[in-house]
Nanobody
Framework: QQQLVESGGGLVQAGGSLRVSCTVSGRTFSRNAMGWFRQAPGKEREFVAAIRWGGGATSYSESVKGRFTISGDNTKNTVYLQMNTLKPDDTAVYYC????????????????????WGQGTQVTVSS
């Protein structure tokens, strides 16, 4: 089993930047995937970005592509989400998630691909 802890959320003005982090403890997998999802009030949880360690593949939702960058430091069991040019619509609780094993590229954006989830970190973007 794994435990995931997010950090780095906070309040930022529109157009600003923020980096959230997710650190994984417990059993890790050399070819697993790490994903970021977010959930705004009154909305369903949605995919944001993902990275696959084994293949170096990344995936982004269209709403954040070009603004957000996902990266990871496998030696620290930590994945990062650098968020630039933030918009009020980016306001949400951001959750990181980890798969138990290999995830094909086309499934990186599927919530069902992930087995372990963090508690979330709040990101608020003011206008």
């Amino acid at each position: 089993q794994q435990q995931l802890v997010e950090s780095g959320g906070g309040l930022v003005q529109a157009g600003g930047s923020l980096r959230v982090s997710c650190t994984v403890s417990g059993r890790t997998f050399s070819r697993n995937a790490m994903g970021w999802f977010r959930q705004a009030p009154g909305k369903e949880r949605e995919f944001v970005a993902a990275i696959r360690w084994g293949g170096g593949a990344t995936s982004y939702s269209e709403s954040v592509k070009g603004r957000f960058t996902i990266s990871g430091d496998n030696t620290k069991n930590t994945v990062y989400l650098q968020m630039n040019t933030l918009k009020p619509d980016d306001t949400a609780v951001y959750y990181c998630a980890s798969s138990k094993g290999w995830v094909i590229i086309s499934a990186l954006d599927a919530m069902s691909s992930y087995e372990y989830w963090g508690q979330g970190t709040q990101v608020t973007v003011s206008s």
